[in-house]
Nanobody, 121 residues
Framework: QVSLKESGGGLVQAGGSLRLSCAASRSTFSFNALGWYRQAPGNQRELVAKITTGAGAVYADFVKGRFTISRDSTNLYLQMNDLKPEDTGVYYC?????????????????WGEGTPVTVSS
């Protein structure tokens, strides 16, 4: 069983910084990809940043130059700088991995429960 647990969210003023962490129950290098998503009230969940093994990191246009995704062996991080009120939302950690026989693998998708971020103007 895989679990993901986010932390680090909170209330911050515009222009401030937060660092989100996601603790994984197994090595982050055992996953095909890990990422951060966010969901603002009334909006759909959207990709913020993602690391895919062997392919590097990708960022949504609205966070480029402000957010940085990184990881160590058991945690995924999101450093968020120059926060804006529109960055407010619940931030979720996501990971996926291939399981099952080599000839017919199945991709499993995992989500944390989210950590809220509120940016005041």
């Amino acid at each position: 069983q895989v679990s993901l647990k986010e932390s680090g969210g909170g209330l911050v003023q515009a222009g401030g910084s937060l660092r989100l962490s996601c603790a994984a129950s197994r090595s982050t290098f055992s996953f095909n990809a890990l990422g951060w998503y966010r969901q603002a009230p009334g909006n759909q969940r959207e990709l913020v940043a993602k690391i895919t093994t062997g392919a590097g990191a990708v960022y949504a246009d609205f966070v480029k130059g402000r957010f940085t995704i990184s990881r160590d062996s058991t945690n995924l991080y999101l450093q968020m700088n120059d926060l804006k009120p529109e960055d407010t939302g619940v931030y979720y950690c996501n990971a996926d991995r291939w399981v099952g026989p080599v000839e017919r693998p199945v991709k499993m998708d995992y989500w944390g429960e989210g950590t809220p971020v509120t940016v005041s103007s």
